[in-house]
């Protein structure tokens, strides 16, 4: 398991790499001329194709005996599971937002009718509730169904997405809880650390080298948080 998160994290740590340069590409690209937009647009398809790819060759690159130029082939099957994948959160995403600017314009609605009907003057516990249940849905649902999807089409391409076996895995009681787990242990509390620096750090390189380092560590325990969710989310498919 160790040596198969390993390459899956390294796998996703060169992809998202190279896609984050095709950005670093894109916001450097005056759309003055159509030529221009044309690259602004090929930057945008290059950097999706990448973090789609660098997806599909973690999923295959685990198993063994799997050889990196056989993944790269197998790997290019997981693009339209991947492209559905970003509808689905996209759509989630959006749902969510309109959920929490709903609720928000209503709040004073919502507390006088609990003041009328039950007579509580203080529902903000209500409020927290309903903000935690949208981001629960957005990231630790959303997540879920997107390492599912990923995970369905390098196994068997767009017809394992028919099938809806990803959707059940993906929607049950123990993936959540692994998804808040690992997002809760690998990318909130570290974010939560992120400006943390020593006290009498001094300014020149070393402060700069203590930041990119803790960053980069970040970006690792990022990568390994992805990885440990399409490594459960395969598993539970190859069952």
């Known amino acids: 398991m160790i040596s198969a ?3 899956m994290t390294s796998a996703l740590a060169v992809g998202h790499a190279l ?4 950005y670093w590409w894109l916001l450097q690209t005056p759309e003055s001329t159509v030529f221009m937009l044309l690259v602004s647009a090929s930057a945008i398809i290059i950097g999706v194709a990448l973090m789609a790819l660098s997806a599909g060759v973690a999923l295959h690159w685990q198993r063994e005996g799997a050889g990196l130029t056989a993944t790269l082939r197998r790997s290019i099957r997981v693009l339209p599971a991947f492209v559905i994948a970003l509808c ?8 969510t937002r309109r959920g929490e600017l ?17 007579g509580l003057a203080d529902v903000d516990w209500l409020h ?3 903000l935690m249940l949208t981001r629960f849905v957005r990231w630790i649902v959303g997540l ?3 390492a599912g999807l990923l995970a369905a089409g390098a196994s068997e391409g767009v017809r ?29 509390l570290p974010w939560r650390a992120i400006e943390w620096r020593p006290p009498g750090l001094p300014p020149n ?7 990119g380092t803790k960053l980069a560590l970040f970006y690792v325990l990022l990568c390994l948080a992805w990885a440990i969710l399409l490594f459960r989310a395969a598993r539970d498919m190859a069952r």
């Open 205 to 211: 390189w070393v402060e700069l080298a203590f930041t």
């Open 5 to 7: 998160l390993t390459k």
């Open 144 to 146: 879920s169904l997107v």
């Open 102 to 118: 709903w609720w928000s314009a209503h709040r004073g609605e919502i507390d006088a009718w609990f003041i009328a009907t039950f």
């Open 128 to 130: 927290r509730a309903f």
């Open 88 to 95: 689905l959160l996209g759509i989630l995403i959006f749902l």
């Open 19 to 22: 896609a984050a340069a095709c």
């Open 160 to 188: 394992a997405l028919l099938h809806f076996q990803w959707l059940r895995q993906a929607c049950g009681l123990r993936r959540l809880l692994l998804v808040l787990a690992v997002l809760a242990g690998l990318v909130w």
